[in-house]
């Protein structure tokens, strides 16, 4: 079983940049892809960006490519997303999700992951 708990979220301006944390529980947890979701108020929940288990591969969804880094300690149990250049449309509860059947070709599929964290807010005020 893997807990994961997101934090670092918080009110910040357009343009700025906030770093996200995603602190595991479980021996496991560097066995596991990892995957980082957002969802907005009325919207769907979206993929942003995934990373491997050793942390040298990384996927991102075409609306962050470019601002957004995902990185993973596996001696900290912790995976990090940077967010840079933000804009008000990156407002939304981000989340961390987790699991085995996660697989490098599918990272955007929510219903692979198992494991999920209770998120952390993100709000970008013009």
């Known amino acids: 079983q893997v807990q994961l708990v997101e934090s670092g979220g918080g009110l910040v301006q357009a343009g700025g940049s906030l770093r996200l944390s995603c602190a595991a529980s479980g021996r496991t947890f560097n066995l596991y892809r990892t995957g980082w979701f957002r969802q907005a108020p009325g919207k769907e929940r979206e993929f942003v960006a995934g990373i491997n288990r050793g942390g040298d591969s990384t996927y991102y969804a075409d609306s962050v490519k470019g601002r957004f880094t995902i990185s993973r300690d596996n001696s900290k149990n912790t995976v990090y997303l940077e967010m840079n250049s933000l804009k008000p449309e990156d407002t939304a509860v981000y989340y961390c999700?987790?699991?085995?059947?996660?697989?490098?070709?599918?990272?955007?599929?929510?219903?692979?992951?198992?494991?999920w964290g209770l998120g952390t807010q993100v709000t970008v005020s013009a």
């Open positions: 999700a987790a699991g085995p059947r996660v697989t490098s070709a599918k990272m955007t599929v929510m219903q692979d992951y198992d494991y």
